[in-house]
Structure formats: structure tokens, C-alpha cells
């Protein structure tokens, strides 16, 4: 028995060095693996924690249907909030500036921006106003695409925050491409695909506008900020 277990032991003893030496080749490579950080892509502007709103300008009509302006404003304001870039007891509901616009667009009185930020009790607004928002270039091919130029507006001043004016170009906005691709056409022209469709863009949209103004894991970015 004394001689059976003193074998395991000097076999144990032997082989090892060879089972660390296999081992550690995985156990190295994984560490490498978890240490290696992912790429970030830093916050464009660091938002102030003051009462902040996210209003969606589309006067053109450029999103169809029109509740997708409050799904873009929404998903922007829950993102800031959940990645705290604004305190939850700073962010105002989009809806209360959307319906305030609406209000005195249906009197035929438009509001200027720090206006609606005034009637909601805004110091800063996240302004952005739509250029394209569409399923479709061809009416055949799904190519969702939204553009947007997106502007932080003081309140009490009256005055653009971001872009900083004098920034190096003279931008006065930021362009926001958003596409979502490799959708597939199979069933594109059905009206709950398209419903769908236009749901998750205003989704994406509002995600990325968001990402403006807090750093995050660049994979993360799908669509391409641009200044003009």
C-alpha cells in the first residue's frame, strides 16, 4: 500500500511540470484576452448636471409617424440618465417639451428653442433637429438612415454650449448619421415589417444621440458623428 501510493507521488512529481507547462499556455492566453481593454470613444461634451431636456425639432415632417419624435427624445433621455451623464432628478420628460412645442405650432406661433426650454423649466437643452429619417432611398431597398444636427442650448443665456462657439471650423453643429444595416428585405414592404423597422431606427437614433455625451465602448457605435 506504502509503496503504491509513494508511485502516484513520484509519477505526480514528474509529470507536472509538463501539465503546468500545457496549462499554462491557456491560462496565460485567457488572462491576455480578459486584460486586453475595448477601445472607448470619449464623450464630444460633457453635459452640466442642471434641469435638462431633450427636444426633437422635425417642423419639416421628416419622421413619419410623428410619435417617433417622442420615441428618439425618450430612449436619449433614458440613456443619459441610466449612464448618468444627467442626474434622473435632472432630466425632464421629452413628452413636456414636444407638447408645448405642439401647442403653439397648432396656433400658428412657433417657439424658439430656449423658449420651449423656459416653458418646461430647462436650463439646457439638447436640441436637435431632423434632416432625414427614412426606411428606404429607392422605395424598394431597406436602407434605414436618419441625419441629424444636434446643438446643447443654455437657457438662461440664450446661448449655444455645444458646439463651443469658436471651436476650430466655426461648427455650429454636430451631424448625426445613424443606418442600420443588413436589414433583411424579407417582408419589407409589409406594414408591421415597416412599423418595426421605423421603431428601431427612432431607437437607435435616440441611443446614439445620447452617446454624444458620455464616453462608452466604441463597438458600441453604429452610427457616425460629423461636425459641421
Known amino acids: 500500500m ?20 500545457l496549462g499554462g499556455c491557456n491560462i496565460v492566453t485567457a488572462v491576455s484576452f480578459v486584460a486586453r481593454p475595448e477601445p472607448k470613444t470619449e464623450a464630444l ?4 448636471d442642471v434641469p435638462t431636456v431633450v427636444f426633437i425639432d422635425d417642423r419639416r415632417n421628416r419622421i413619419s409617424p410623428t410619435r417617433l419624435r417622442r420615441t428618439i427624445a425618450e430612449e436619449a433621455t433614458m440613456m443619459l440618465m441610466e449612464e448618468e ?3 434622473e432628478g435632472n ?3 421629452a413628452r ?28 439646457q437643452i439638447i436640441y436637435v433637429s431632423v434632416d432625414e429619417f427614412a426606411l428606404t432611398r429607392d422605395g424598394q431597398t431597406p436602407e434605414p438612415k436618419a441625419m441629424c444636427r444636434v446643438r446643447v ?3 438662461p443665456t440664450e446661448s449655444r454650449v455645444f458646439p463651443a462657439p469658436g471651436t476650430e471650423g466655426g461648427y455650429t453643429y ?11 428585405p424579407h417582408g419589407f414592404h409589409t406594414i408591421s415589417t415597416r412599423n418595426d423597422l421605423n421603431d428601431r431606427l427612432a ?25 459641421r
Open 2 to 21: 506504502i509503496r503504491s501510493l509513494r508511485r502516484t507521488f513520484l509519477l505526480l512529481l514528474l509529470f507536472a511540470p509538463l501539465m503546468i507547462e
Open 45 to 48: 461634451y460633457t453635459l452640466e
Open 85 to 87: 451623464a444627467v442626474s
Open 91 to 93: 432630466m425632464i420628460a
Open 96 to 123: 413636456d417639451a414636444i407638447r408645448v412645442s405642439s401647442r403653439h405650432d397648432r396656433a400658428g406661433k412657433l417657439l424658439s428653442v430656449h423658449a420651449i426650454g423656459e416653458a418646461v423649466g430647462a436650463t
Open 153 to 155: 442650448i443654455n437657457v
Open 174 to 184: 454636430h451631424q448625426l448619421m445613424v443606418d442600420i444595416p443588413n436589414v433583411d
Open 203 to 227: 431607437t437607435v437614433t435616440g441611443d446614439r444621440i445620447a452617446k454624444i455625451f458620455y464616453t462608452h465602448l466604441t463597438s458600441e457605435l453604429g452610427g457616425r458623428i460629423e461636425p
